[in-house]
């Protein structure tokens, strides 16, 4: 019996994955519960199991494809009772069930032409399949006498919407799409020509998006591809920026109680043989508490999720995202219920799930559903930055380094400068769901809490 196996659904939150390397061969024999292929989602490995006992006909899904979820990476069969023949011709009608993925220019070109959108698949284009690709497949079949001319339905147009159709270069066929089996009038012409010049031509805009980059032999230069990661990463970033306004706002912590704190809780773990909560540790609580008490933080922008119209969603958990630099990418594993978590508790999932990341052992689980991102560069001496948000969420917090600088300190009439920890934070937020009032109460209140930690035990 031979069956489809699709990108799976990793997580919740999951809506596409990169194979990033296929185990297996077509022609192979796999057992149920055998990794079969490498999938990457939300930054995380994953070896995908066979679901059956079988072999492994065909693949689909070449090695870097981004890929939706449900779509058909490879053909599956269960070839025990079969011979090979019966199992290859069966294979072939399975595949032929399979819908290809198309625009619907693609679509009607192939109609009109006869041609089987699995055929263009076959020859070597990678769905989804636009217009061009099918009109490559029919130019190279053109010239070994595989395609038929395209039989051209008879369309009927008045006299003045045939001239005017004329000196445009309108093909008639595609106005009466939208009119099949009427006669085409001045208007109907003169409504597709309007709407045809307010936008590129469909088949100059496919044409440019298909056009090979030539690499340029360049001395001293290297042209290196993308890594799947990379281009994960840098389509979310793209995705953010530009459909999220982004409003920041700076703020300057005096770190000095956080620091005495932080040591003398550091001193009570030691001593039950626990290393010290690290500062991005006491961030993390503090950052929680803050959000605790100013909600609209911990929400996000949904365009039409209330009845077809925008609408802002308002989480109760606190889940807070810690980006990790690791070698193969930049992870963010997840502090769930942060806003419930001790200190010592968040030191400790901080740690374990740090080691993790570095040891690329993270599950689908532990890196999707924050509600709050924190990116700390301060073990960088990087003093100040400012972080995109990550889709999904309204507002990431950056944090620099801890500098030691000169602060004012007022008492009443006086007034005396002190050399002190000093730390700066950018919050990033979406203008769609905070202002600069409800930021700048969220920074205050973490203010609080890192100049007076005590508040947070």
């Known amino acids: 019996m031979e069956m489809p196996f699709t990108m799976p659904k990793l997580g919740a939150t999951m809506t596409e994955g990169t194979v990033l390397h296929w185990l297996y061969q077509p022609g192979d024999w796999v057992a149920k519960g055998e990794p079969i292929v490498e999938i990457m989602t939300d930054k995380v490995n994953l070896e995908v199991e066979s679901p059956i006992s079988g072999r492994l006909i065909k693949i689909l899904a070449r090695d870097g494809d981004l890929l939706p979820v449900g779509t058909t990476l490879a053909i599956l069969a269960d070839d025990s009772s079969n011979s090979s023949e019966t199992v290859v011709a069966a294979n072939q009608e399975v595949l032929r069930a399979i819908p290809v993925a198309s625009t619907p220019a693609a679509k009607r070109e ?3 032409y006869g041609i089987d959108l699995h055929s263009v698949i076959s020859a070597g284009a990678r769905p989804p399949l636009n217009r061009n690709d099918v009109i490559a497949f029919v130019m190279r079949a053109s010239q070994h006498e595989e395609v038929k001319p395209p039989v051209r339905p008879e369309v009927r147009a008045t006299p003045v919407a045939q001239k005017i159709a004329t000196e445009h270069q309108i093909d008639l066929v595609r106005v009466a799409e939208r009119r099949p089996g009427e006669k085409l009038t001045r208007a109907d012409v003169e409504s597709h020509l309007v709407e045809t010049t307010q936008q590129v031509p ?15 032999n360049i001395p001293h230069e290297e042209l290196t591809p993308l890594t799947p990661a990379r281009r994960l990463l840098g389509k979310r970033m793209l995705q953010s920026i530009t459909s999220a306004p982004h409003i920041y706002l700076d703020l300057e912590i005096d770190m ?10 550091g001193r009570s773990m ?51 995202g810690i980006a990790v630099d690791t070698e ?81 300190i007022e008492n009443g009439d006086e007034a005396r400068l002190e050399i002190r920890p000093v730390m700066k934070v950018s919050l990033s937020a979406d203008h769609r769901v905070l202002d600069g009032a409800s930021g700048s109460r969220f920074l205050h209140q973490l203010k609080v809490f890192l100049e007076d930690p005590y508040l947070l035990l």
């Open 328 to 408: 193969r990418a930049l992870l963010t594993p997840v502090i769930r219920n942060a806003h419930k978590l001790t200190l010592t508790a968040i030191a400790r999932e901080l740690k374990r799930l740090t080691l993790a990341a570095r040891q690329d052992t993270l599950m689908p689980d532990e890196v999707t559903g924050a509600t709050f991102t924190i990116s700390n560069l301060g073990m960088y001496d990087i003093d100040t930055f400012h972080a995109i948000i990550v889709p999904g969420q309204s507002a990431i917090l950056a944090v620099g380094k801890v500098t030691k600088r000169g602060v004012v």
């Open 256 to 265: 000095t109680e956080a620091e005495r704190c932080r040591q003398s809780i």
């Open 110 to 112: 192939a109609a009109l």
């Open 202 to 216: 469909e088949l100059e805009q496919a044409m440019l998006s298909v056009l090979p980059t030539v690499p340029q």
């Open 270 to 320: 030691q001593a039950q043989g626990e290393p010290a909560p690290s500062l991005t540790a006491l961030i993390v609580r503090a950052t929680a508490a803050a959000i605790v008490l100013n909600p609209t933080v911990n929400a996000v922008f949904e365009e039409g999720a209330l009845q077809g119209k925008d609408a802002i969603r308002q989480r109760k958990v606190v889940h807070i």
